[in-house]
Every structure is written in structure tokens, then in C-alpha cells.
T-cell receptor, first 115, second 113 residues
Framework: GAGVSQSPSNKVTEKGKDVELRCDPI?????LYWYRQSLGQGLEFLIY????????KSGLPSDRFSAERTGGSVSTLTIQRTQQEDSAVYLC?????????????FGNGTRLTVT | AQSVTQLGSHVSVSEGALVLLRCNYS??????LFWYVQYPNQGLQLLLK??????LVKGINGFEAEFKKSETSFHLTKPSAHMSDAAEYFC???????????FGKGTMLLVSP
């Protein structure tokens, strides 16, 4: 398929462990976004990559969260020393245009549960 | 700063009835506005968007929305609900100079037979 692919679809981890979430954007899309979706809280912006520019990290909630994008394609969101409040669905999206009217194409998300 | 308010976390309608999901935004400049739909265990899918031009925007699955600047609103409507419309709907705004979307908290649409 040509959509945004996220893995794993579900992740259960123990409090204090590190986790890595992966996102494969649509081929050729230069923009990549990470959002966090918590019950009743809507979507919370985390980080945005656009081409070779420095990422916009303004939404990362703490220094335990980091993300990288290798070769302008695949992205990995890392959460260190996970806490129970990190439990949420992490959504990745990509967009093929710099314009602010460009729609985002979302993956199905990774559901993270911290026990 | 930009923000989005969706009135009602849950809206219930009968099949065949009018669907109205409310969205109000705040923006310091002309906004770009979006509605997305999320089905269970899936990502978000674009329903429709307003950028410039005609204020009544038609989207997929028979949905439409009207941009009303004076009311800072972008309500989503559909004349006749179908069971398959049951999902969560998100309104979003993109402000000038922002590369990201700000989403509302979502409205769950429940459709009963």
C-alpha cells in the first residue's frame, strides 16, 4: 500500500523502560508529523520535520521524548524511562507539500500502554 | 495563537436525521480549516478543507461545512445520517506561519437505527 505505515501497532511496556515507535511516511512526502492522542484530549502536536530543515520540537512534553528522521524518510519517536501518563496512541502523518493547506495523511497509530 | 473548540464530546442522531457538528476557532489571521474523521483503530482521514474562496465546502461522504468569519465557525453538516457515519470527527485549524495543525478534542458521532 501507499499509505503511512506505523509499527508496532500495539506496544505494552513496563514503567521505566525505553520504547521506540517507527513511522514510514508516504514516499516522496517531505513533511512528517508526530501527534499524541489521549482519551478525551484530542490530538496533541509533538514534533514536525520538513525536508532538511531543523525540526520543530516545540510540542515535545519533556526531555524524555525525542525523534529523528533518517534520510528524509523513516522517523523514529523514542520515549525514555516511560511513565504511565505516556500511555496513549501515537499518530504519525506525512504531507507532500509545504503549503499550510496541504492535507495530512495519517497512519493507524501505535497504541502504547505503560504498566 | 490558534485554538479550536468543538462543542459536545458526543452527538447522537437517528439514521436519516440531520448531522450537525460544531466547531469554533480562534485565529489572528485568516485561517485554513479542516475536518477529519477517525474510524475505530484507524488514523485520521481528511473529510474536507477550507482555504480561500467559496465559504461552503463540500467533502466526501456527503458532508459539507461552511466557513463563517463573523461567527468564527466551521460547522460540519450532513443532511441524512447513515450508520456508517458513526465515528469521531476532528476540526482543525492552520494559522498563518504555522506549519502544523491544531486540532479540537473531537466529537464522537453516534448513529442509531
Amino acid at each position: 500500500g501507499a499509505g503511512v505505515s506505523q509499527s508496532p501497532s500495539n506496544k505494552v511496556t513496563e514503567k521505566g523502560k525505553d520504547v521506540e515507535l517507527r513511522c514510514d511516511p508516504i514516499s516522496g512526502h517531505t513533511a512528517l508529523y508526530w501527534y499524541r492522542q489521549s482519551l478525551g484530549q484530542g490530538l496533541e502536536f509533538l514534533i514536525y520535520f520538513q525536508g532538511n530543515s531543523a525540526p520543530d520540537k516545540s510540542g515535545l512534553p519533556s526531555d524524555r521524548f525525542s525523534a529523528e528522521r533518517t534520510g528524509g524518510s523513516v522517523s523514529t519517536l523514542t520515549i525514555q524511562r516511560t511513565q504511565q501518563e505516556d500511555s496513549a496512541v501515537y499518530l504519525c502523518a506525512s504531507s507532500g507539500d509545504r503549503g499550510r493547506g496541504s492535507p495530512l495523511h495519517f497512519g493507524n497509530g501505535t497504541r502504547l500502554t505503560v504498566t | 495563537a490558534q485554538s479550536v473548540t468543538q462543542l459536545g464530546s458526543h452527538v447522537s442522531v437517528s439514521e436519516g436525521a440531520l448531522v450537525l457538528l460544531r466547531c469554533n476557532y480562534s485565529s489572528s489571521v485568516p485561517p485554513y480549516l479542516f475536518w477529519y474523521v477517525q474510524y475505530p483503530n484507524q488514523g485520521l482521514q481528511l473529510l474536507l478543507k477550507y482555504t480561500t474562496g467559496a465559504t461552503l465546502v463540500k467533502g466526501i461522504n456527503g458532508f459539507e461545512a461552511e466557513f463563517k468569519k463573523s461567527e468564527t465557525s466551521f460547522h460540519l453538516t450532513k443532511p441524512s445520517a447513515h450508520m456508517s457515519d458513526a465515528a469521531e470527527y476532528f476540526c482543525a485549524v492552520s494559522d498563518l506561519g504555522y506549519s502544523t495543525l491544531t486540532f479540537g478534542k473531537g466529537t464522537m458521532l453516534l448513529v442509531s437505527p
